[in-house]
């Protein structure tokens, strides 16, 4: 005769409790694991942005006198500065020229040159797809001095479409090489099944390829926006006049007109600058992660 088996859970509760014990204090520990550094750099994130939010709201005295994140006495004084200083609002507009030209001109340069990797196959395209990405590697300060001798040769210096080039330059390689690999995400019967049909390759650019490739190109025209929305470096040498310098650059500007620093109009400035990127951002955010996880998965 066959012995039933034993249920082990109730034959000894105190292993089945120890057991149960051992899986909470793991799964507690995992969490741990994740959420503690997770929280950790939500505070470096969030407190210099929520310092910068409350300068804005005080006083020059108070800014010096009180450490404290609440206002004693809130004002927009620092807000009214910014607003009524016309150099803001012009190097606003320059910020938004530059920054959607560089978006623009990036994807029209980008997307050919990554559907050529993706989808042709001649020699050297691993090794020059390779290259693309040495540009990358050298500091700004190490090609501003032949940029500047160049935009001076071709009387281009002091022009916001030699901001555009630039910044398009500075940016392409990282957007030709994410774009490669968001490409290769997208299958080839797709293309085939056109071609079939008789459709030429740029109606397969257009009606096939682009629309699939949406994400990615949000992607590379928020980081080409970006790019040129907050460069400093080359603003200052590729700029003479308030009518073509940009945000950083009048930033810049604010501190260096006073004796002593006006905190709170610069900690004013600075959101002002901050803020329409940010609402910008999060109506496009998931299709910005979308794009990099894809160009990232090449």
Do not use: C
Request: glycine share 6%; charged share 15%; proline share 6%.
């Amino acid at each position: 005769m066959v012995d039933a088996p034993v249920d082990v859970s109730r034959a000894d509760p105190t292993r089945h409790i120890a057991g149960q014990n051992q899986s909470r204090i793991a799964k507690t520990g995992r969490r741990l694991l994740v959420g503690v550094p997770l929280f950790l750099l939500g505070l470096w994130t969030f407190i210099p942005f929520l310092i910068t939010i409350s300068v804005s709201f005080k006083t020059k005295a108070e800014t010096f006198a009180s450490l404290g994140l609440i206002p004693s006495q809130p004002t927009i004084q620092g807000y009214r500065e910014v607003l009524s200083d016309p150099n803001f609002l012009s190097a606003f507009m320059n910020s938004l020229v530059v920054g959607i030209g560089t978006a623009i001109l990036t994807i029209i340069i980008a997307l050919p040159a990554a559907y050529a990797f993706a989808r042709f196959k001649f020699r050297g395209r691993h090794l020059l797809l390779l290259f693309t990405l040495l540009p990358r590697l050298v500091p700004t300060i190490g090609v501003m001095v032949p940029i500047y001798r160049l935009a001076v040769a071709t009387d281009m210096l002091d022009r916001r479409i030699t901001l555009i080039i630039v910044y398009t330059g500075m940016l392409a390689p990282l957007a030709v090489w994410l774009m490669v690999g968001f490409f290769q995400q997208i299958p080839r019967d797709i293309e085939e099944a056109a071609d079939v049909d008789g459709a030429s390759l740029w109606n397969r650019m257009r009606y096939i390829v682009m629309p699939l490739a949406a994400p990615a190109l949000i992607t590379i025209a928020v980081l080409a926006f970006r790019e040129a929305w907050n460069e400093f470096t080359l603003v200052l040498v590729l700029t003479t006049t308030p009518d073509t310098r940009t945000l950083p650059f009048a930033l810049f500007k604010l501190g260096q007109s006073e004796g002593i620093s006006n905190f709170p109009a610069e900690a004013a400035f600075a959101i002002l600058t901050v803020i329409p990127f940010i609402l910008v951002y999060t109506r496009i955010e998931r299709y910005v992660v979308a794009g990099l996880t894809a160009g990232s998965s090449k």
